[in-house]
């Protein structure tokens, strides 16, 4: 039986693409538990593939890449089925308004948290709502999100330069759809941002009636991690 499984498992190992990370549930069919962690134990003590973190692994390459921190994480979230969304300060930290610590890097998620080691870095999974994860599902959420993160305090002008120059007109003409459940300092500084397209009057659930079914967010997920990257280009 072990004999079978270790060929079993060299075979799917021969069928992976170049730098495809991939997970111990994925040999699960191949044998009894222990004999499986047999097998992987020996692939690792001959160099044949590498443990990133618990769970995961990828064959050894042979010019010694490995992948990123980030990378990483979104795998260990595939393999979980955890729905993910950047966390801001990371996605503002890209933007230059704020600083990151470069040792950690955090992923919202509505699952539990979680948290790993890689390479020096920690990847935390962050528990959160699924109002602020559905955020991150357009340009125009991840923009309320960022401002959201920043807080009160961050400078009014670096908001309106912030909105202005990352978000289009259109975009900027749909910002009613975002509101509902952010905090009413938020919608204060937004009114004051951009009155052209939010009257002073305008109250979060008034954004309701602009809801549409596009927008409705499926919290059951498929098993892969809903992760977008910010990107205004």
Same mark, same amino acid.
């Not at 992987?40 to 042979?62: M, N």
């Not at 600083?99 to 080691?117: A, M, Q």
């Not at 400078?155 to 905090?183: A, C, I, M, T």
């Given at each position: ?72 994480? @979104? ?6 089925? @955890? ?9 503002? $930290? ?15 998620? $509505? ?12 990847? @935390?999974?962050?528990? $959160? ?26 400078? +009014? ?6 909105? @202005? ?28 941002? +951009? ?39």
């Amino acid at each position: 039986m072990e004999k079978t499984t270790a060929i079993l498992v060299q075979r799917f190992l021969l069928s992976l693409k170049p730098r495809q990370i991939f997970f111990r549930s994925e040999l699960r069919g191949f044998g009894s538990a222990n004999t499986i962690d047999q097998c992987i134990y020996r692939l690792i003590e001959s160099d044949r593939i590498i443990r990133l973190i618990e769970g995961v692994y990828i064959r050894h390459q042979t010019d010694g890449w490995l992948p990123s921190a980030e990378e990483v994480g @979104r795998a260990k979230a595939k393999e979980l089925g @955890r729905i993910l969304a950047e966390e801001p300060k990371t996605i503002a $930290t890209k933007l230059g308004l704020t600083n990151l610590d470069g040792c950690e890097i955090v992923f919202y998620t $509505t699952g539990r948290p979680l948290s790993f080691r890689y390479q020096g870095k920690i990847i @935390r999974f962050k528990e $959160t709502s699924a109002r602020k994860i559905k955020l991150n599902d357009s340009r125009l959420g991840k923009a309320v999100n960022i401002l959201w993160y920043l807080g009160p305090d961050f400078p +009014l002008e670096d908001s309106r330069w912030f909105l @202005r120059k990352y978000l289009h007109r259109e975009e900027r003409q749909q910002l009613r759809q975002e509101l509902p459940g952010v905090p009413e300092w938020l919608l204060t500084r937004l009114k004051g941002l +951009l009155p052209e397209y939010l009257p002073l009057g305008f109250r979060s659930y008034d954004s309701d009636a602009f809801e549409t079914e596009n927008s409705q967010y499926d919290l059951r997920g498929d098993g892969f991690p809903m992760n977008k990257t910010f990107d205004f280009n």
